[in-house]
């Protein structure tokens, strides 16, 4: 909270000073309730004081004895706690479990520069803002999504200062109970940095658990969860058993899917890695809701002008206008009437308020992104991780491996170890470009397959005796094609991820952490592309290869590969609803088959593991003869054992779908205006089906520490930009608005000020004739003439299919948009990032006077401490605060 003067005079008040969020564990009887009192505790030692920390997992038969000795041996030296026993599901697995005692815990605290809660202050408040701000609240409405203080009773907050901790002045430092002052991800944290450094054999790499677990030495190495996330019990009237418990209640239930997060809860149990992940998942999934809010009114203008729209009513009521066959061998001459409802249909998406939609999404990603930056940087205040700097990594042991025999002194360390030569890793990353461009050519050679496949559908669709089908011929060839295409891009996202892991590895990142960025962004190009590379087809290319009709070079090459180029054309109203029906369609199914695999897939596979469990269990029951009565409730080790761990990439594939899904919502939002609804109701599905799966699908993960998303970050500020000139190319180019525009004030019959006035005529502006007699055995009884989409010039006409005057006027119209489009939201969106600072000042006063008080604190503290020292042992003390 910050500090201020009351003008009438200061209100001397003793509530401490806004820091930290200190959170009551709860007891132990509380944390293992449903436990027999005969039973030991599923989370302690078996003399039921010690707290299990952490656990590792090996199994009796694996042949590396040694290492793990002396593993296990090096572990107790460095004062950790070890106890092993077996587990009741599976003969061959052995539990090591951990426990840190209060001297290691201090030791590595005071060696991880871990800040700690400093003990309260009184200070000087202003009691009338106070109040004012007390009086306020009372007469608003409570907020629905907000949670109840009495339904989160563990987070009452004691805020306080935080200071490295340091045993030298621990007496600083507010140790009520030794118990519950380092939390259980801060113990889980203490023990993950002192696995990473100890020694297995005897040799500069030959150390930490992820080597281990590398080779077989173990299987599994992971903090426990809390006890059950189940009660049976109420939680209102019985209270919570856990934290995991409180998390599965108030967080993880699908009832809960309109409250806010509990996000200090997610930090603490989670870390703030995944803490910041949920934070980012939120405010996105809010951001949304006025995005969907202006979507789905432009969608709305659309359906309620769709009757009264000029060029629709021209489309329906023209009987007597003859179109060109859009195929050579089965295809007829068809009526334009006969498109009306496709025409429609069409208007939904590509109306007036396309453009302002479109410039709309792309200040709403500026807005979404720099203030997402002022909440960061509040929650690394909140999460005390403002003056916190990442720890020096660990060498991967790939790396080592490869490089052992190539050593300079690392510059931070001072110590030497191995390095990539500059030629080494030039040549793999070349390698790793071309790898990338390979796959991406394989991505358009299947948008290719996809094109050739709409060109035959297109004529079997034409031919088929089912009248439906044969009247709905350009929905069936554009549905198909869409499903067809999606069946291919989720096949090539499982190619992708092996040759990303591939290419990543034939890199040889030097750190853990270097490896993710990596795979992260090959893993988002690849996709990105595979996802996008149709649709930008569709949109920029659909429609441009129309040359069934006129004779040119590039068609007479064409033809020899592709025969019917002419169905490379769009429908009289516009390609706008292609790209509509491809998003859309692309954007469900993908979305269903993402939930389903997160979810499903999880709980098909823990669902398995429990099956086979109680099978073994029956048998051995059935051969030693015990009762089911007898049955033994399993550990709390057993049961996490049973889970499925966390991804192996970590958060990359929770954000790497979030990422794709901001690309589809701004990229060719200009096409499909309810692109940020769908994404809005995915999202409240996907923060409830992550915090689901996190609760009660997964081991619990290391809870890591981390200040903000990585490099998501920069994609998600690239896809803003890329965002800002697809849609300006999409409007003037895919849509027909910039026709439409240059019709009304050129050459319509403009007599007032209404705009759809303007386009009378414009259906039989757009559209050229052709002469069937040409290409086609036309009888004497039809038309000689048919119509087609273009601009171009009649076959009487001295320089026959020419391109008109109208064409060159639209073509113009279409780059200076793009032009002015482009520089106007790239000047309004630099004026925005310009105007919103990335922390708030608010924040910035309160980061320098707490650096005030708690230098204040911190000497007043260190005089009381003298004092009583001077007062016990009877003589004077001469110490200075360093």
């Known amino acids: 909270q910050p500090l201020g003067r009351a ?18 564990s709860f007891s132990m009887s509380h944390s293992y309730a449903g436990t027999n009192p005969g039973q030991p505790s599923g989370l302690m030692f078996r003399d039921g004081k010690k707290r299990i920390d952490y656990i590792l997992v090996y199994r009796k038969s694996s042949p590396l004895v040694e290492k793990r000795v002396t593993f296990e041996r090096n572990l107790r030296a460095e004062g950790l706690m070890l106890e092993k026993v077996p587990s009741l599901t599976d003969t061959d697995i052995l539990f090591v479990k951990i426990h840190v005692p209060w001297d290691t815990l201090c030791k590595y605290a005071e060696q991880m520069n871990i800040r700690m809660p400093f003990r309260k202050k009184m200070y000087f408040t202003d009691w009338k803002s106070k109040v004012m701000g007390r009086q306020i609240k009372s007469w608003l409405p409570s907020n629905p999504m907000k949670l109840d203080k ?42 993950h940095h002192v696995l990473q450094r100890t020694k297995y054999e005897d040799g500069k790499s030959k150390m930490g658990i992820n080597r281990l677990l590398g080779n077989g030495t173990y299987e599994a190495a992971f903090p426990p969860h809390e006890g059950g996330y189940r009660s049976r019990h109420p939680i209102n009237t019985h209270g919570a058993q856990n934290h995991r418990h409180l998390l599965y209640e108030r967080w993880a239930r699908w009832g809960m899917w309109y409250k806010y997060q509990p996000l200090d809860l997610i930090r603490r149990y989670f870390g703030e890695k995944i803490g910041l992940y949920f934070a980012w998942l939120g405010w996105y999934t809010g951001m949304l809701i006025p995005a969907a809010l202006v ?5 709305l203008y659309g359906l309620l002008t769709m009757d009264t729209s000029q060029v629709s009513k021209e489309i329906c009521e023209a009987n007597t206008t003859i179109m060109c066959p859009m195929c050579e061998q089965n295809c007829k001459p068809w009526k334009l009437s006969d498109s009306c409802v496709y025409a429609k249909v069409t208007h939904l998406f590509d109306n007036g308020g396309t453009v302002f939609f479109a410039i709309f999404m792309a200040i709403w990603a500026t807005v979404f992104l720099e203030f997402w930056k002022r909440r960061r940087a509040e929650l690394t205040y909140d999460w005390d991780l403002i003056d916190w700097e990442e720890e020096e990594e660990n060498l991967r042991p790939q790396f080592e491996a490869k ?7 690392n510059h931070i360390s001072g110590k030497p170890e191995p390095f990539q030569p500059f030629t080494d890793k030039l040549s793999r990353l070349m390698i790793s470009v071309s790898g990338i461009f390979f796959m991406i050519s394989l991505v358009l050679t299947a948008v290719f397959a996809v094109v050739v496949f709409r060109l035959i559908a297109m004529e079997k669709f034409a031919s088929i005796d089912w009248e439906f089908v044969k009247k709905n011929w350009q929905f069936a060839t554009s549905g198909t094609g869409v499903c067809i295409n999606f069946m291919i891009i989720m096949s090539l996202n499982v190619v992708y991820e092996k040759v990303a892991y591939l290419l990543t590895n034939l890199e040889h990142p030097r750190t853990e952490s270097e490896w993710e960025n990596s795979f992260a962004l090959k893993m988002f190009l690849f996709q990105f592309v595979n996802l996008n590379s149709s649709t930008f087809y569709i949109a920029f290319f659909l429609g441009s290869f129309f040359c069934g009709f006129f004779h040119s070079v590039i068609c007479t090459v064409m033809n020899r590969f592709l025969k019917n180029v002419s169905y490379f054309q769009c429908h009289p109203s516009g390609c706008l609803i292609d790209l509509c029906l491809q998003m859309g369609v692309i954007m469900v199914l993908k979305q269903i088959w993402n939930n389903f695999m997160e979810l499903g897939y999880p709980l098909l596979q823990n669902w398995w593991s429990r099956r086979k469990m109680k099978q073994t269990e029956s048998k051995e ?27 192996a990439h970590g958060l990359v594939d929770e954000y790497l779908e979030m990422v794709l899904q901001f690309g589809f919502i701004t990229i060719f939002v200009a096409a499909f205006p309810l692109a940020p609804l769908l994404a809005l109701l995915n999202n409240v599905i996907e923060i409830r089906l992550d915090a689901y799966k996190f609760v009660t699908q997964w081991r619990r993960p290391m809870p890591a520490r981390a200040t903000d998303i990585g490099i998501w970050h920069g994609i998600l500020e690239g896809i803003g930009v890329l965002s800002v000139i697809t849609n300006a190319f999409v409007i003037a180019i895919t849509s027909d608005y910039i026709p439409r525009f240059v019709y009304a004030f050129k050459y319509g019959p403009c007599g007032d000020l209404c705009f759809n006035r303007c386009l009378r005529g414009y259906m039989n502006s757009s559209l050229s004739v052709f002469d069937m007699g040409e290409r086609w055995n036309v009888s004497e009884e039809q038309s000689r003439y048919c119509r087609y989409r273009d601009y171009r010039a009649s076959p009487w006409s001295p320089v026959p299919y020419d391109f008109t005057l109208q064409f060159w006027h639209v073509l113009a119209a279409r780059l200076a948009f793009i032009i002015v489009f482009e520089h106007l939201v790239f000047g ?6 310009y105007l919103i600072p990335d922390m708030p000042k608010s924040l910035c006063d309160r980061m320098r006077r707490e650096k005030y008080l708690t230098q204040e604190m911190m000497y007043e503290a260190e005089l009381e401490h003298l004092q009583e020292e001077k007062k016990k042992n009877g003589r004077r003390y001469h110490h200075e605060w360093p």
């Open 621 to 647: 029951r059935t051969g030693g003869g015990q009762n089911v009565e007898n049955k033994v409730q399993l550990p709390q080790w057993d049961k996490d054992w049973n889970l499925q761990p966390m991804n």
């Open 150 to 191: 009495e339904a989160l009773p563990d987070l009452e907050e004691t805020d306080c200062y935080t200071a490295p901790f340091s045993r030298a002045r621990m007496h600083h430092f507010t140790i009520n109970n030794r118990q519950t002052f380092f939390s259980n991800s801060t113990r889980s944290r203490i023990v």
């Open 295 to 299: 979507g789905l009114f432009v969608f």
């Open 403 to 409: 490089y052992s025999r190539l050593e300079r002194v």
């Open 828 to 833: 309004v969106k630099s004026f925005i990032a």
């Open 7 to 24: 003008p009438d005079g200061p209100f001397f008040h003793t509530h401490p000073i806004t820091r930290m969020t200190l959170h009551q």
